[in-house]
Nanobody, 121 residues
Framework: QVQLVESGGGLVQAGGSLRLSCAAS????????MAWFRQAPGEEREFVAT????????YYADSVKGRFTISRDNAKNTVYLQMDSLKPEDTAVYYC??????????????WGQGTQVTVSS
């Protein structure tokens, strides 16, 4: 069993930056691919970024490519999402997830509770 807890969300102006953290407990994250998803009100949960278990491979949604960076520190059992040049359309609840990988929520077994990110125009 893996417990994931996100932090770092908040209110930021457009063009600003935030860094989300996802701390894991219960099991090491070394065995899992990690991802960030987000969900805006009335929308489906959408893929943001994923990193392989080693951190050597990462993929991004087109909407965040070049602005967001996913990274992981397996020694600290923590995954990060650096978000730069934020836009109002990035406003959502952000979730981290651990599992087999891919761009679909079904590929992940463990989920955090989410952290709210609000970008004002």
């Amino acid at each position: 069993q893996v417990q994931l807890v996100e932090s770092g969300g908040g209110l930021v102006q457009a063009g600003g930056s935030l860094r989300l953290s996802c701390a894991a407990s219960g099991r090491t994250l070394r065995n899992y691919n990690m991802a960030w998803f987000r969900q805006a009100p009335g929308e489906e949960r959408e893929f943001v970024a994923t990193a392989s278990w080693s951190g050597g491979t990462s993929y991004y949604a087109d909407s965040v490519k070049g602005r967001f960076t996913i990274s992981r520190d397996n020694a600290k059992n923590t995954v990060y999402l650096q978000m730069d040049s934020l836009k109002p359309e990035d406003t959502a609840v952000y979730y981290c997830a651990a599992g087999l990988g891919g761009r679909l929520p079904a590929g992940y077994l463990y989920w955090g509770q989410g952290t709210q990110v609000t970008v004002s125009s």
